[in-house]
């Protein structure tokens, strides 16, 4: 498809996943040194598929300089068993609603509604799914911000706040599910207990009763997690059948007329009387408060973390985590708060269960409670305060009302053994995450996995055995309180992520789900701490306590791991006024930032290009105005030119530093700043330039030393952008109006083969301020096309930058159209090939074009014209001395017949792209095309000028060439 001799790779797939293929063979794009390097000269080239120099840094796990390069789990050659996955509804929603719908829904949500009536019942399920909504929404945000893997919750806070508190929350969250399990089981066995005693049987007593249950029904629990997935999942199945025909048969019930025996129980069907004397609150015990009902209730909704907790097995995590966990927190609240309302319309308070409790004749008034009016009379054991039955009192009020009981004791098991299952099987797989990760010590031991799906059977043991110490306890509204506090640690967290990761302007923040508002996550986390107060202040500084335990470790120790976090992204945005606070942060390909080393001279003098740099990196990235003068008499006057200098650039509103240095020629001052600009991870990694729009005028050494920088560049391992304009990108003509004399260094007006040292007169105090001239980068864009041709793969750099202008206000109405070459017999899988490149790494870009004619030969006026431009520089090689070679040295520029016979190919290749550009792109905003890569030494400088001449020229566009250093700069992975 090349349509050339060359190494240079169009995009793939490959090149950004960290998986070998299904032939085993890791497959990398060329490195800059096998593109760029004369490999006669610098000795054998590294092969082109190994896993070191260009293929570590071509994984997403590592990043350049990173150790450990890919993760265990992915370094297998040869294609494994497939595990078991699932989709969002069987994988997510239903597990999320089956954790949801747990114990606190059928055994405690009518006493709840009995203590604090019907309207603080909503409001406090209300506030319950608005933090869970809000985190949920912030799940779904992180979970589709990368790829992601096994671990849960864990998972998601530890790659995105960093492994200081991501391992805190990890193990504070996986205990909590622990407990949650021994919750629910203790939930289970309080109604079989229940039932025992309604038939007259007991093994011990009540408590100890409840006790053998559990540890028994937790046992068998065990048994179906550790048989795997697949059982677990089909069970799960069964018990949300159990539990929305349980649930349909309640409903019906309450719509069913009371008999004389239920009406003894306390139920009337609906009556509004009772709907009104229910609707405000009644406290009694010593849990009879708000938040006392709070801390019981909330448990309940703290399940809607049960689908990303599996997030390693799922078929889709990114589509699966947010879709589910967000329908699952709609319809549980639904459910919630309708069945609130109509056990409260339909059940009293307080009932005896007496037959005959029945008003003799008209109620008198010392008939107490709202039952006289119905003819009842439960005076006696409401003054008593010895009421068995009603809401207030009776924990199966639920079944009670329903239209067959026994399947209400159903749902209650399906309920709370599927919740009891899902803990069960959340906790280790967060803890097997954990223990991988080796942030703790004497914690691997548990992480050893088995089976084709990882299976964590220690970490289930584990589990088991902490469930167990909890069941011990074998009272609900004791348990349920202690792990409300360490779920709502955890949301805060979560939410505090999400909050985190978007205030730090990261451009490796690109979650696909939109719909999260970082101030509302910061509003969520700080709520779920004010509440952990409110609940058990004690509790809450116990659980503080820990994570700040852990998160002291784990700062003492530092990890050797390196996930992006957003942590390290905030570093960035703090050393930009505090240099030193980025130092120990290292390279990760979701922290890249565009560091632009920019060659302006004074910046007055190229204010497109200023403006250009400036639109992307505003805010996001370094951006470094880099000038070379001469030495001069007066270092007093340089210091003031560069005062000017970063004047202009205040007054313009850029936000660059501006940086200069002193050589006798260009080339070695653009070296000396190539290797020494920045400060610690503050340093450039791209060079931006003007085009030399007159180099066919300056001499052939000037020319030659603008191509050895762009070769200066390559050696560096610098991304390299050059700009071109139509009305070209020096104002300096503009300027001799307003002064005396001016700059004239770098790469488009020079004349001279060394940089000027006169000192504009402007820079003095009596000349006042450089002048501010207007571009076309100060324009809003209207609604034009940004045109990416997306030749060469080159690590991403080409799709970054105009990523980076569409999220500025000015491009924000532009549309970004990527070509990529093709053949036209299979344009459509090639559409769809880099169509679903683009989309995982979420940029959101929605129009690919193949170009099956990009391979066609040029016009021959167009050829001409090109052997015209390289026509003074040729020389016939039968006309050179014997000293060949060093003549060839002393006058680099110089193309001969062979060298253009050996180029023959690759000239015509960028005649052509002219000729596509001019057709497709003659009224986008701004085109973006590949550079092109001439070999040091062996292309001439004069050829490779001509290339870049002939692949810009004559198009009205601003056309930005740039090639990256073939290293990543995207990734669609959350590690």
């Known amino acids: 498809m090349s349509g050339y001799d060359t190494l240079d790779a169009p995009p793939r797939y490959e090149f950004y996943s960290n998986t070998a293929e299904a032939a085993g063979r890791r497959r990398f794009r060329p490195s800059l040194f096998q593109l760029h390097a004369n490999q006669e000269d610098d000795g054998s080239p590294p092969p082109l598929y190994e896993a070191s120099g260009a293929g570590a840094g071509a994984g997403a796990g590592g990043g350049p300089g990173v150790p450990g390069g890919l993760p265990d789990e992915e370094k297998a050659d040869l294609p494994q068993a497939q595990p078991t996955r699932f989709g969002w509804v069987q994988g997510v929603m239903i597990r999320c609603m089956l954790n949801i719908w747990g114990v606190i829904l059928y055994l405690r949500l009518p006493w709840i509604t009995a203590q604090a009536g019907i309207g603080l019942t909503w409001v406090i399920i209300l506030i319950s799914s608005l933090i869970t909504g809000t985190t949920g929404l912030s799940v779904s945000a992180i979970a589709t911000n990368g790829k992601v893997k096994g671990g849960g919750t864990y998972f998601l806070i530890s790659r995105s706040l960093g492994p200081e508190l991501g391992g805190s929350i990890g193990l504070i969250f996986a205990f909590a599910n622990a407990v949650a399990v021994a919750m629910h089981t203790v939930g289970f066995a309080e109604t079989v207990q229940d039932l025992m005693q309604e038939h007259g049987v007991s093994m011990v007593d009540r408590t100890n009763d409840i006790r053998i249950i559990g540890v028994i029904t937790v046992t068998c629990l065990l048994a179906i997690s550790m048989a795997g997935m697949e059982w677990e999942s089909k069970a799960q199945i069964l018990f949300f059948l159990v539990i929305m025909v349980s649930l349909a048969n309640y409903f019906v019930g309450t719509v069913i007329p009371a008999t004389p025996e239920k009406q003894s129980k306390g139920f ?65 609240t639904i459910s919630y708060l309708l069945i609130a309302a109509t056990i409260g319309s339909c059940v009293v308070r307080d009932a005896s269960g007496f037959i005959n409790d029945t008003v003799s004749g008209p109620a008198g008034g010392d008939c107490l409670g709202l039952g006289c009016q119905y003819g009842w009379n439960f005076t006696e054991c409401i003054s008593n305060g010895t009421c068995p039955l009603g809401i207030a009192n009776y924990y199966q009020s639920m079944s009670m009302v329903s239209a067959f009981g026994p399947l209400i004791t159903a749902g209650i098991f399906g309920a709370t053994l599927s919740s009891a299952l899902a803990c069960l099987v959340s906790a280790p797989k967060v803890f097997q995450c954990l223990c991988k990760d080796n942030l703790y010590p004497l914690i691997g031991f548990f992480g050893k996995d088995y089976g084709k799906n990882n299976e964590p059977y220690r970490a289930y043991l584990l589990t088991f055995i902490i469930a167990v110490c909890f069941i011990l306890i074998a009272e609900l509204n004791t348990i349920a309180p202690i792990i409300s506090n360490f779920f709502l640690c955890s949301y805060a967290l979560i939410n505090f992520s999400c909050f985190h990761a978007s205030i730090t302007n990261s451009p490796g923040w690109r979650p696909s789900f939109r719909f999260f508002n970082r101030w509302a996550s910061l509003l969520c986390a700080v709520v779920s701490v004010v509440i952990m107060f409110l609940l058990n202040w004690w509790a809450a500084l116990i659980a503080i306590g820990i994570v700040l335990f852990l998160l002291g470790y784990s700062l003492y120790k530092r990890p050797l791991v390196n996930w992006g976090s957003s942590v390290q992204a905030g570093a960035y945005n703090l050393a930009l006024s505090h240099c030193v606070g980025l130092n120990q942060v290292d390279d990760h390909i979701k922290n890249y930032r565009p560091q632009c080393l920019v060659l302006t001279g004074p910046p007055a003098l190229r204010p497109a290009l200023v403006d250009f740099v400036g639109t992307f990196t505003k805010s996001l990235s370094l951006m470094m105005c880099g000038n070379v003068v001469s030495e001069c008499p007066s270092p007093e006057l340089i210091s003031a030119s560069d005062n000017a200098h970063i004047a202009w650039l205040e007054q313009r509103g850029i936000k660059s530093f501006y940086h200069s240095v002193v050589a006798e020629e260009l080339r070695s001052g653009v070296q000396m700043m190539l290797q020494g600009a920045g400060l610690g991870r503050m340093r450039p990694n791209i060079l931006v330039m003007g085009f030399k729009k007159n180099w066919r005028k300056d001499r052939a050494s000037g020319m030659d030393s603008y191509i050895g920088i762009l070769h200066d560049a390559f050696d560096r391992q610098y991304g390299v952008c050059v700009l071109r304009i139509k009305e070209g990108l020096d104002t300096s003509w503009q300027r001799e109006a307003h002064t005396n004399s001016a700059y004239e260094p770098l790469p488009e007006q020079t004349d001279s083969p060394s940089p000027s040292c006169r000192i504009s007169v402007a820079c003095s105090e009596a000349s006042g301020p450089l002048p501010q001239v207007s571009t076309v980068f100060q324009n809003k864009q209207e609604k034009k096309t940004i045109d990416v041709y997306w030749l060469y793969d080159d690590g991403g750099l080409t799709l970054l930058i105009p990523y980076l202008l569409k999220r500025k206000k000015r491009w924000a109405k532009c549309k970004v159209r990527v070509f990529v070459g093709g053949e036209i017999h299979r344009m459509e899988e090639r559409k769809n090939e880099v169509m679903g490149l683009v989309n995982k790494f979420r940029l959101g870009f929605h129009d690919v074009q193949v170009l099956p004619d990009i391979d066609e030969s040029p016009q021959p006026e167009n050829v001409k014209r090109f052997e015209d431009l390289v026509a003074p520089y040729r020389v016939n090689t039968m006309n050179k001395t014997e000293d060949g070679e060093e003549e060839q040295k002393k006058y680099p520029w110089e193309v001969t ?77 959350c590690q």
């Open 268 to 332: 009337f069907s609906y009556r509004g009387a009772i709907f009104v004397e229910n609707f405000v609150p009644r406290w009694q015990g010593p849990q009879g408060s708000f938040f006392g009902m709070f801390s019981i209730f909330f448990p309940s909704a703290t399940g809607i973390l049960a689908g990303a907790n599996i997030s390693g097995d799922l078929k889709d995590p990114n589509m699966a985590i947010p879709k589910g966990t967000l329908f699952a927190i709609f319809w549980t």
């Open 897 to 973: 017949n062979t060298e253009m016979d050996r180029n023959k190919a690759k000239s015509r290749r960028q005649i052509r792209l002219n000729e596509v550009l001019s057709d497709y792109s003659r009224e986008a905003a701004l085109i973006v095309v590949t550079l092109p890569v001439g070999r040091r030494g062996v292309c001439p400088s004069a050829l490779y000028m001509a290339w870049l001449e002939t692949l810009s020229r004559d198009l009205r566009p601003p056309v930005l060439l740039i090639r990256g250093n073939q290293q990543n700069v995207l990734t669609f992975y």
